[in-house]
């Protein structure tokens, strides 16, 4: 299974519109890929608090509409990362959109836990509520959004789900890099599956972004990082090896707390 991330940077001299023709040529360059990433809120910028009433949009909205399109061009799966979608009630969310080879939207994700302290996304964005996973060919992915990564009851219920890859799209900042990268290999360590963790790049609402995004396979071992600058990380992985590893360290059927609630999953 090979995947792509493409570590976008939001530059802030950018139209939105700009930035989902330039993200939809790199999907298209990506022909043979049997996954391809993009961050989170990368049309509008994850810091660009001041923007996202304005470019709110639905979840067949014009990200998707470009997306699709160039998945269906390129013959991937598309993780499409998220935007801000505005609900029929009025509701915000941080919505992932993941797309077919053919185009379809295969399943979207609103982000359960939002990010901010009493302000920024956790006061102008509705939390979501489900967790969501999507069945690839080689692997069912689960998804998870940036700020999610704190919490790992959040990736156990998506292992109860049957997930072995978790695609996590993020917008984190520089400033706590290290926590980055040390969140995605424990939750590819003590959930024994693969975590894609695709940041973004560059500087938007005078926030600089930690970039390098990061592949963990289901031992912990970083296959492979990209550094602070727009990139794209390509990676093969061995689909088998999340069963093999599970079943040659049984870690996970010693579990006793912590199973989580049948109506959470979809």
């Known amino acids: 299974m090979r995947a792509f ?60 509409e470009v997306m699709a399109e160039a998945a269906r061009d390129a013959g991937v799966w598309l993780h499409a990362g998220s935007i801000v979608e505005r609900d ?84 984190w900042p520089a400033r706590r890099r290290g926590h980055w990268t040390l969140l995605a290999r424990a939750r590819a360590v003590e959930n024994q599956a693969y975590v894609l963790a695709c940041g973004t790049a560059g500087t938007h609402a005078d926030v600089e972004q930690a970039g390098h995004s990061i592949v963990v396979d289901p031992w912990g071992e970083v296959l492979a990082e990209a550094g602070p600058d727009e990139e794209i990380l390509t990676v093969d992985l061995d689909a088998a090896k999340v069963e093999a590893t599970r079943e040659q360290f049984p870690v996970l059927k010693d579990r006793r707390l912590g199973v989580v609630a049948p109506d959470l999953l979809r």
Not at 40 to 55: C, I, M
Not at 110 to 128: L, P, Q, S
């Open 5 to 64: 991330l493409i570590q976008i940077a939001a530059d802030p001299d950018e139209t939105v519109n700009s930035r989902r023709q330039r993200a939809a040529s790199l999907v298209r360059e990506q022909r043979g890929a049997d996954l391809v990433v993009l961050p989170e809120l990368w049309p509008v910028g994850a810091f660009a608090y001041q923007s996202f009433e304005d470019e709110a949009e639905t979840s067949a909205g014009p990200t998707y």
């Open 88 to 171: 029929p009630d009025g509701t915000l969310y941080n919505t992932s959109l993941v797309i077919s080879p053919t185009g379809d939207l295969a399943g979207t994700y609103r982000k359960i836990h939002r990010f901010g302290f009493d302000k920024g996304e956790a006061v102008m964005m509705g939390a979501g509520a489900e967790l969501a996973t999507v069945a690839l060919p080689e692997l069912t992915i689960g998804l998870a959004t940036c700020y999610d990564l704190r919490f790992p009851e959040l990736f156990r219920g998506l292992v109860d789900a049957g997930a072995g890859l978790f695609v996590v799209p993020a917008g």
